[in-house]
Structure formats: C-alpha cells, structure tokens
T-cell receptor
Framework: SQQGEEDPQALSIQEGENATMNCSYKTSINNLQWYRQNSGRGLVHLILIRSNEREKHSGRLRVTLDTSKKSSSLLITASRAADTASYFCATDVRGAQKLVFGQGTRLTINP | DAGVIQSPRHEVTEMGQEVTLRCKPISGHDYLFWYRQTMMRGLELLIYFNNNVPIDDSGMPEDRFSAKMPNASFSTLKIQPSEPRDSAVYFC???????????FGSGTRLTVV
C-alpha cells in the first residue's frame, strides 16, 4: 500500500518559475525523503528531513514538514529545463527500516 | 565508488523462462533493497536485506520470486517461471539505513513476452 501521496500528479511551468510539490502520508515517521527520477534512470536522493525538523534547504530546494498534518512540500526555486523529472517523496515508517514511496509528481519545465 | 551496479540493463525473455537480475551495492552499505516500478503500481518494495540477511520479504508477489544475498557485495533477484505481468523496471538500492538516503542503481527493464 502507498504511504505517501504526491500532489499534483503532473506540473508544467515556465523556466525560471518556482515549482511546489506536496506529499501527504498516513503513519508516524522517523524522516521523510525526496527523490528525483529522470526518464529511464534510477532515483536520486535529494534531501532528507527528520521528524523533529520543520524546514530544510539545499541549494535551490526547500523542504518543509508538518507532522501534525502529516504533510511535506518540496519547493524548487528558479526552475531550469534540467529540473524536468519525476519527484517522489518517501517515508521511513516508524518501526520498520524501509522507505515507502509515493506515486510521484511529473514536473515539466518549459524553456 | 561506481555506485550501485545492476545487470543486465535490459532483459527480454519468453514467458516461462527463468530470469536472474543482479546487483552490486555500494561497498560499506549494510542495507540492500529490491524495488519494482510499474506505471500502475508505482514503486513497490519487494524485499530488503540487512548485513546479507533477508529482513522483510512481504512485498515479494509470489513464490515465483526469490532473492539472495550470498555476500556483502552481491545480490540476485530470480523469477521462475516468468510471466508477462512481471514486466517492469526492477531497481536495487543500498544504504546505511533509513536515517540516510538510498543510492539506487540504474535499474533492469524486464519484458516478458
């Protein structure tokens, strides 16, 4: 069963704009992670936010976590064509040493 | 490090044949995961190992699937006999555990005809 659900399923924006993707999950977590997958490739780890953190930055990425709402968001600022990919959130279900992935958001950056 | 290495990259086989997928994790990582990705079901965790020991195989779809990790640097996922519904991309990933990010391989695209 899917633990996380991303929203929207697909997002298309112009280069230079900001992109925001959301993730909701169901059970208590230790941490939440975001991954990127380019077409035909494996997933690449972007950022990890622990359950006691509320916000984290990495370059043009900003992740927030609201454990009371069981939700997270990923913001990509000043988007580039190379950011075109699918983005997945993954939750580390408390008590189990495994990540469960959502269905992903397909992001398209138009030049 | 060359990352997580999977082979083959593509596999086309006939229904009923045995298929073996291979994975070499990153040296030092003590967790290894096998995932399957399809359009319909997304990324599904099939099985994971810790220090070469299978910990959770609840995601293995049925007895036709089996996985082994004979040592810290090698794992296999075997499907026998294969069926068309097994067609998917199979990923191997390794890590130091879920407190850290996973490193994924490039995947094996399996097509069963």
């Amino acid at each position: 069963s899917q633990q996380g659900e991303e929203d929207p399923q697909a997002l298309s924006i112009q280069e230079g704009e900001n992109a925001t993707m959301n993730c909701s999950y169901k059970t208590s977590i230790n941490n939440l992670q975001w991954y990127r997958q380019n077409s035909g490739r494996g997933l690449v780890h972007l950022i990890l936010i622990r359950s006691n953190e509320r916000e984290k930055h990495s370059g043009r990425l900003r992740v927030t976590l609201d454990t009371s709402k069981k939700s997270s968001s990923l913001l990509i600022t000043a988007s580039r064509a190379a950011d075109t990919a699918s983005y997945f959130c993954a939750t580390d279900v408390r008590g189990a040493q495994k990540l469960v992935f959502g269905q992903g958001t397909r992001l398209t950056i138009n030049p | 490090d060359a990352g997580v290495i999977q082979s083959p990259r593509h596999e086309v086989t006939e229904m009923g044949q045995e298929v073996t997928l291979r994975c070499k994790p990153i040296s030092g990582h003590d967790y290894l995961f096998w995932y399957r990705q399809t359009m319909m079901r997304g990324l599904e965790l099939l099985i994971y190992f810790n220090n070469n020991v299978p910990i959770d195989d609840s995601g293995m779809p049925e007895d036709r699937f089996s996985a082994k990790m004979p040592n810290a640097s090698f794992s296999t996922l075997k499907i026998q006999p294969s069926e068309p519904r097994d067609s998917a991309v199979y990923f191997c990933a390794s890590s130091f555990g879920t407190l850290y990010g996973y490193t994924f391989g490039s995947g094996t695209r399996l097509t069963v005809v």
